[in-house]
């Protein structure tokens, strides 16, 4: 039991001293990666930059780690999809994208959803409604499902917005207090949009 407390308690002072001191992560992830210079530890450096939203950094620590047996790792051009999506970069966002669309990990994760959004700006619209659609899950994937509600308004498919807006609050209001608090944000977004009648 003590065990399980102090760790508890690590991970939430990590938390903390992350909230208050961000770039410390970054420097002692920087100090571990030359020290030991790992596929494992270029990632996590790579993680912590997209995480502060430093892209460039961060797609420059996911290029480097693709080498070798590690060239075609999901993960790595995954996060390297969100990193150029997010740096306004779609065009190579869409690149690398279709570097692992054949992944059978592909339909269910991030880089299909930004794909999704990036096929949508180059007005790809069927495909990323088709790649959208294909995330659409009960009681899971909100981020996702609120866009996509947003995807339909966007193209004049309103009664499809509605329906899937009124299945999101629905579903929230059998939510624990747990998965409310980590979707609450969403749910109200997605009250919102059916109050404004879309």
Known sequence: MNVFQKRDLAIVQENITTAIHPTKKIID?????????????QVALADAFLEAKQYDKAISNYEAALKDVFQNDFYVISSL???????????TAILWSEKIKESPKFKKSKAAFLYAL???????????????????????RYEERLELAKFYIRHAETKKATTLLEEIVKESEGMSKVSYRQNGTLIKKANELLRTGL
């Open 81 to 91: 999809v969100e990193a150029y999506y997010f740096s306004s970069q779609v065009d």
């Open 118 to 140: 990036a096929m949508e700006k180059k007005g790809q619209i069927a495909l990323a409604q088709e790649l959208l659609e294909g995330l659409d899950a009960p009681y899971v």
């Open 29 to 41: 992830l920087e100090k571990k990666f030359s020290f030991t210079d790992t596929f494992k530890n």
